[in-house]
């Protein structure tokens, strides 16, 4: 077996009689002499055409193939010790799974439905503009993950944990492709059963998942966790993960009330921009038309202004734009795509950094400061809207150019959109660092800033405005022995790969607090 790289067009890449044809003419053999060749790898290179990088196995004629396996090593826990998960996210869920695998018991409450009974919710969300407070697009079965956009990449460097969340989505039903494609994407659709088939491993090796179970306080006694409060039922535990999510305002709120350490930390906030997905195709890959070898066109922007990161974020091609509130009386925005990414609209985050030095200046102090702006951004864009879910917008040139638009382009914003000046929504240091970043974005891809392209707002929970602090080896609370701050919602993770990452390390911390 030999390791190749191959640099071929899409066209190529697409059809594997032909990788196979290249393959032996790149190792000077003849093609009846090769065995299987296997990709391992897979990425697009736009930067001077348009090319796909190979990375294959070629094995000998006969060889057999070394199968990738995905092992997981569960067993009976229904008779160990418990460890109770506040929150069903990729966090908790990864953390639960990981107890299995050590031998502990996870007991989990989450305060939504289950993937089934949410859908209804969303459902009624988008078109009756209702919003269910436990029951949305960030609370439920699976959290924010399960009707996210799937992709599974992260900057994370430790390759290692990275693939053992990726192992663990196929070995519950996510197609292999995501362990060969350099930007692995599962998609809407494919999401829930997958998060449905985590939940029955739970359960078959013994774990615990309550769904409409909303965890309402946390009782500690000298330093040390003693009970939660579940729907107003005190349950005692000794060891509890607190993976609650960016959205959580409520457990913000409790820490706060009763004076536990949480930390502001800075976050980013700004708008969903969304283009027609062909002219982010004629852009990227410098085509008229995309064609079939390729898929929708991705972009990933990032710049400095007044020292700040401006930056796309969570760019789905081929997506849709999601009315992701918590609670009724606000606006909140975020995007998916289904596997296909077949939508004709491509929409991304576009997104400012803010400090909580920045919000003490706006008038927001305090550990809660970010939340409190984030609300108060939300709800404006709600009452600047028509009090619905209909979403405040504007042309992205006319936003530029700051005038308001006489009228919209169509939108994959199902509930709908009210024309306003979006000067309006935010203030000045956020709309003048969005209008700068568009204007440097239209000079790293031509075309971009177009008034075919609309902004939509509120882009607010890009991650968690609070850190809930932990130690830094045994990873519980500073201030209550047994509570493990975990995933985004702490501040510990921004994706659900990351997410996940932490869930499961956090597992294996309390493995060894229970050994110790
Ligand atoms: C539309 C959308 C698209 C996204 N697309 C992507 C993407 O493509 N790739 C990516 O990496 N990330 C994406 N994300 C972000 C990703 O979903 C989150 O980063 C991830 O889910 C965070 O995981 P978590 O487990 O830390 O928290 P969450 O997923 O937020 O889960 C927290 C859970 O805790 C529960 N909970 C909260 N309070 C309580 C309580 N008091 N009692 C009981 N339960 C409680 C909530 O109901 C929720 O289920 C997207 C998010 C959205 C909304």
Not at 29 to 40: D, H, K, L
Not at 108 to 126: M, P, Y
Not at 176 to 202: C, F, S, W, Y
Not at 477 to 485: Q, R, S, W
């Amino acid at each position: 077996m030999q390791e190749l790289r191959l640099r071929i067009q899409p066209e190529q890449a697409a059809n594997a009689d032909e990788v196979r044809r290249i393959t032996a003419r790149t190792l000077r053999v003849e093609e009846e002499e090769m065995g299987e060749v296997v990709i391992r790898k897979r990425s697009i290179d736009a930067r001077k055409g348009v090319w796909i990088q190979l990375e294959l196995r070629v094995y000998d004629k006969g060889e057999p193939i070394e199968e990738e396996s995905f092992p997981t090593h569960y067993s009976d826990v229904s008779k160990a010790a418990p460890v109770h998960i506040i929150g069903f996210g990729p966090a908790g869920i990864f953390a639960a799974l990981r107890l299995i695998e050590l031998g502990l018991k996870p007991v989990i409450f989450e305060r939504g439905k289950d993937v089934r009974s949410r859908r209804r919710d969303l459902a009624q969300l988008t078109r009756e503009h209702v919003v269910n407070e436990d029951s949305n697009y960030c609370f439920g079965e699976g959290g924010a993950g399960t009707y996210s956009d799937g992709k599974l990449y992260t900057r994370s460097t430790k390759r290692g944990n990275v693939r053992e969340v990726l192992n663990t989505f196929v070995a519950h039903g996510a197609d292999q492709t995501i362990m060969v494609e350099a930007h692995p994407h599962i998609g809407t659709n494919k999401l829930p059963e997958i998060i449905v088939d985590m939940r029955e491993t739970i359960l078959k090796y013994g774990g615990e998942v309550h769904f409409d179970a909303r965890v309402t306080d946390i009782v500690e006694e000298s330093g040390e966790l003693k009970s939660l409060v579940v729907n107003g039922k005190e349950v005692p535990s000794t060891y509890t993960i607190l993976a609650t999510g960016h959205s959580a305002r409520d457990i913000f709120a409790l820490f706060d009330q009763k004076n536990w350490k949480i930390e502001a930390k800075s976050f980013a906030l700004g708008v969903r921009v969304e283009h027609p997905q062909t002219l982010i195709d004629q852009i990227q890959y410098n085509r008229k038309e995309r064609g079939d070898a390729l898929p929708p066109a991705a972009y990933n922007l990032v710049c400095q202004v007044d020292d700040k990161g401006v930056y796309s974020f969570c760019m789905c091609p081929g997506g849709i734009i999601a009315p992701c509130a918590t609670a009724p009386g606000e606006i909140v925005t975020n995007g998916w795509s289904p596997s296909k990414r077949n939508n004709p609209y491509a929409n991304s985050g576009m997104v400012v950094t803010v400090e909580p030095e920045e919000l003490k200046a706006l008038g927001f102090d305090g550990p809660l400061a970010g939340l409190e702006f984030q609300r108060v951004i939300e709800q404006k864009a709600c009452e600047m809207a028509g009090g619905t879910q209909k979403a405040p917008a504007q042309r992205l040139l006319d936003f530029v150019q700051g005038k308001k638009s006489s009228n919209l382009p169509s939108c994959s914003y199902t509930p709908g959109l009210e024309s306003v000046n979006m000067h309006e929504l935010f203030p000045r240091m956020i709309t003048r660092r969005l209008v700068e970043g568009f204007k440097q974005f239209d000079r790293k891809m031509k075309g971009f800033l177009t008034n075919d392209a609309v902004i939509v707002g509120p882009e607010s929970r890009t991650s968690s405005p609070i850190r809930i602090p932990r130690e830094k080896d045994t990873l519980d609370h500073p201030e209550i022995k047994g509570l493990y701050p975990c995933g985004e919602g702490a501040g510990f993770a921004g994706g659900i790969v990351s997410a996940a990452v932490d869930g499961r390390k956090t597992a294996e911390a309390i493995r060894v607090s229970v050994n110790s």
